[in-house]
């Protein structure tokens, strides 16, 4: 009998055996979204400031996160629509510009 309880023993040990504590302690490391916030942060600085280039670099910048940073793709979609924004707004601008101009310039050859 002695010689199955030291069996039993020896092959229960690496059943019992645990991993170490560091490994159990360690965090999954997680990728700063670095590409998401240059693209949602040129985005909002593009249209504050005015610079059509810092649009078109939300919008590149946008897809690139798009592709690399699945997990943060909402800062990603907000860079791109800023950044459409931005570099497009001018057309937004002269659309209405033309719409609220366009009544007094039809208008003009009955004032005189």
């Known amino acids: 009998m002695t010689t199955e309880t030291s069996a039993t023993t020896a092959s229960a040990t690496p059943a019992l055996e645990a991993a170490p504590a560091s490994a159990l302690a360690t965090a999954p ?3 700063t ?3 998401s916030i240059a ?3 040129t985005g909002i ?3 504050v400031g005015g610079q059509w280039w810092l649009s078109v670099a939300a919008i590149v910048l946008g897809f690139v996160a798009r592709n690399r940073e ?3 793709r909402i800062m990603a979609n907000w860079g791109l629509v ?3 924004v931005g570099a497009f707004g001018w057309l ?3 659309i209405l510009g033309v719409a609220f101009f366009a009544p007094f310039a039809l208008a003009a050859p009955f004032w005189f």
């Open 82 to 84: 800023l950044g459409f």
């Open 70 to 72: 699945p997990q943060s």
């Open 29 to 31: 490391a997680t990728a």
């Open 33 to 35: 979204p670095g590409f």
């Open 92 to 94: 937004i601008v002269g």
């Open 45 to 47: 600085v593009g249209i």
């Open 39 to 41: 693209a949602l942060v």
